[in-house]
């Protein structure tokens, strides 16, 4: 009896270690981010995530090459007291001191071929002494990333000490409330973000009802061609519209506009709504239909008072999604909003292309834009998967 | 389509009420621009002129298609058949045939391999859900988690997750976005990582439709577990198969924000929808930018026809 129990749990070894390397792969990646986004800026840019979480590098280099003449404590050369503050700030990159290594002192070569430490371990050793100098006692992590992307700060340092020191860039005013409202910050996109799903989601979830409506329970001609169009429709690359439509704006004058965003993501949203509430409406019992019409009922009352509780858990899938859909949409916001009203999608984008290193805010922005995705997902999964399901055709 | 009860029959009227505000958003937004691109296919730059206005002397031209021609064969280097070969595959639309071949098997592969899976220990509900959660956030945000995983730090300092592991291993580092082929092949990644999830979803769902007496029966009858899947299951759901394999060609071929936000199609790695972008919107040339959208609903076309055919089948169950 163990025997075999043992046996079947070695049998189901392998089959552990496929789904949890599975899932620990589609974790890192998040995680990564995650973990950056609350390391202070030069953490984040000069040292992998994954070493936030270990004692900082360097002292153990330092002794390795360092120690035996400069000293525990870097003192030890009054020349080059690597104990003192103000010496080491001089040496702002690793780099300068790499090009000291060439230097002869007193016939010697400072340091031999063979005794250097690479580029990584020099950049830890110096990172180290400025730690032991009292040069950079930061924390091992930090919020003000998060405040630096809220307010749309892009200095060097960060946006509680430049305010501190008066020398913050224009834009902002060192008054929190005030610089919610910057543009360049993600507490601005966020407010647009949700400014242009929520319309965007109850909007097609009402047109939808109502055409989905006709189809289940109204007899008309065509009716199984108007649908069949309706599932083409679904695949309709976005493409194809955008450059009619943004004529058309320009001429109406409500490019820019959230007026503009709704309609768009409304009109999109449409062909894959309808199909799925259709689905889950057309195969409501049809015996309670006859009988609300042999009581007098008419298409509106059988509408508002019996297809349309009875769907609320298709209507609620369908919210889901197509608030995500916007929610996390870029293309629409970057030809219809454009840089006048910026969503979190597009502050990222900006972000991406025009900030190269700076990991830390682009962490942190990219985690504040996932934050709201991620608490409908989890707390909504079941109808996600439900729709899913439903419909699985949209993409 | 389920037939009306005989009592609900209606006027022909009342049904398009409830139609009308439906049907006319979706015709302004998705009919009307899609014919309208196609004519701005065949204007100019500017719309002023038919495109044939814009074929240049002693240059080859395709007449009032000569946005197609630009569309289909300035990537190409045609100097003889190698280099159109090799051009090819690594012009946008050789980009999306790699696009579609490796992201659908892939995500396809291990959607299935996971829904397989997951169905057999006790944390089915937590793994599915890691590997479903990439679908809650946008393809931006992906675009920025996977960027820092393929970050390739100049010098020895390597801040990039595969990079460091790489040097770990006592590897040279790789500029995994800038260096060919290898950087189509990371945005891939990406996408398989996105859509796995979705694909996991479905065919778990089908997979324990699978009647488990068939299965039973078959287990009794000494079939060794593979061939239990081989020849039971995988049948059982090959027209979910299909469909998740369908949506997923589909899904890729619209493929943008990955490519838009990680490369911006730079370094070889453009795909079609991205280019429809660069010269709609960078190049300002709307007649090529049109023209580009118009072959990307040409790639698509066959897949509608495949959905509506399927939808059609199924109300024939019904």
Redesign the interface.
């Known amino acids: 009896m163990n025997t075999e129990k043992l046996r079947n749990f070695l049998g189901?070894v392998p089959?552990?270690i496929?789904?949890?390397g599975?899932?620990v792969i589609?974790?890192?990646?998040?995680l990564?981010?995650m973990v950056?986004s609350f390391r202070p800026v030069q953490d984040a840019?000069?040292?992998?995530?994954?070493t936030a979480f270990s004692e900082k590098p360097g002292a153990a280099e330092y002794t390795q090459y360092c120690g035996k003449c400069h000293g525990e404590d870097g003192s030890e050369i009054a020349e080059a007291d690597l104990g003192d503050t103000e010496y080491i700030e001089s040496f702002r990159r690793s780099l300068q001191i790499a090009a000291t290594f060439n230097r002869e002192y007193n016939g010697e070569i400072h340091l031999a071929e063979d005794d250097r430490p690479?580029?990584?371990q020099l950049?830890d050793i110096l990172a180290h002494l400025r730690r032991q100098t009292g040069l950079d006692e930061r924390p091992q992590f930090t919020i003000t990333n998060y405040e630096d992307a809220i307010v749309g700060y892009r200095g060097t340092t960060n946006y509680e000490a430049d305010c501190e020191a008066g020398t913050q860039s224009v834009d902002l005013t060192c008054d929190f409330a005030q610089d919610l409202t910057n543009p360049r910050g993600m507490a601005l996109a966020f407010r647009n973000s949700l400014f242009v799903a929520i319309p965007a989601t109850i909007l097609p979830l009402i047109?939808?009802a109502?055409?989905a409506?006709?189809?289940?329970?109204?007899?008309?001609?065509g009716?199984?061609w108007?649908?069949?169009i309706l599932?083409?429709?679904?695949?309709?690359?976005?493409?194809?519209?955008?450059?009619?439509?943004s004529r058309i704006y320009f001429q109406l004058g409500i490019g820019g506009t959230f007026l503009g965003v709704w309609?768009?993501h409304?009109?999109?949203g449409?062909?894959y709504a309808?199909y799925l509430i259709r689905n889950f409406m057309?195969?409501l019992p049809?015996e309670l239909?006859?009988s609300a019409?042999?009581d007098g009922a008419s298409?509106w009352t059988?509408?508002l008072r019996l297809a349309l509780p009875l769907s609320m858990p298709a209507l609620a899938s369908l919210a889901i999604f197509q608030f995500?859909w916007v929610?996390?949409?870029?293309?629409v916001a970057l030809?219809f909003l454009t840089g006048r009203n910026p969503v979190m999608?597009y502050q990222?984008?900006n972000l991406?292309?025009s900030l190269g290193g700076g990991?830390h805010l682009?962490?942190a922005s990219?985690f504040l834009?996932?934050l709201l995705?991620?608490i409908?997902?989890?707390a909504f999964?079941r109808y996600?998967?439900r729709g899913?399901?439903a419909g699985?055709?949209k993409? | 389509m389920s037939t009306v009860p005989k009592i609900m029959r209606q006027g022909q009227i009342a049904p398009w009420l409830y139609l009308a505000p439906a049907v006319l958003i979706m015709l302004f937004y998705i009919v009307y621009p899609t014919a309208y691109t196609t004519y701005l296919s065949l204007r100019d730059k500017d719309s002023e002129n038919w495109a044939t206005e814009s074929c240049i002397e002693g240059n080859p031209c395709w007449g009032i298609l000569e946005n197609y021609r630009y569309a289909l064969t300035s990537e190409l280097d045609t100097t003889n058949f190698q280099t159109i070969w090799r051009s090819f595959w690594i012009s946008s639309f050789g980009n999306n045939i790699k696009w579609i071949l490796l992201m659908v098997t892939g995500s396809v592969g291990i959607g299935l391999l996971m829904a397989v899976l997951a169905d057999r220990v006790r944390y089915e509900a937590l793994a599915k859900s890691i590997i479903f959660l990439p679908m809650a956030i946008s393809f931006v945000g992906a675009g920025v988690i996977w960027k820092f995983v393929y970050d390739y730090g100049t010098g020895n300092v390597q801040i990039g997750f595969l990079n460091a592991i790489i040097r770990s291993l006592n590897g040279e580092p790789i500029a995994f976005l800038q260096t060919l082929p290898i950087n189509t092949l990371a945005l891939i990644a990406v996408g398989i990582w996105m859509w796995a999830g979705f694909c996991m979803v479905i065919l778990s769902a089908a997979l324990k439709g699978v009647p488990n007496e068939l299965l039973e029966a078959a287990r009794i009858d000494g079939a060794s577990e593979w061939r239990v899947f081989w020849r039971i299951t995988i049948p059982m759901i090959l027209p979910t198969i299909t469909v998740v394999v369908t949506t997923m060609v589909i899904n890729t071929l619209k493929v943008f924000d990955i490519v838009f936000v990680m490369t911006g199609g730079n370094f070889s790695t453009d795909v079609i929808a991205n280019r429809m972008y660069t010269e709609q919107y960078i190049n300002q040339q709307t007649g090529r930018g049109t023209a580009v959208a118009v072959v990307l609903i040409l790639a698509v076309i066959p897949f509608i026809y495949l959905n509506i055919k399927r939808f059609r089948e199924q109300e024939d169950i019904r």
């Open positions: 189901s089959l552990h496929v789904i949890i599975f899932c589609w974790l890192i990646p998040a990564g981010l950056t840019n000069e040292t992998g995530w994954w690479d580029d990584q950049a047109l939808a109502f055409a409506y006709a189809f289940s329970w109204m007899d008309f001609k009716r199984i108007f649908f069949a599932v083409g429709l679904q695949v309709v690359p976005l493409q194809m519209t955008l450059v009619p439509i309609l768009f409304t009109g999109f449409l062909p309808i057309g195969s049809r239909f006859e019409y042999l298409h059988a509408f995500l929610w996390n949409d870029l293309l030809i999608t990222i984008n991406v292309q990991w682009l962490t990219a834009s996932m995705p991620l409908v997902f989890f999964q996600f998967v899913l399901l699985s055709v993409g």
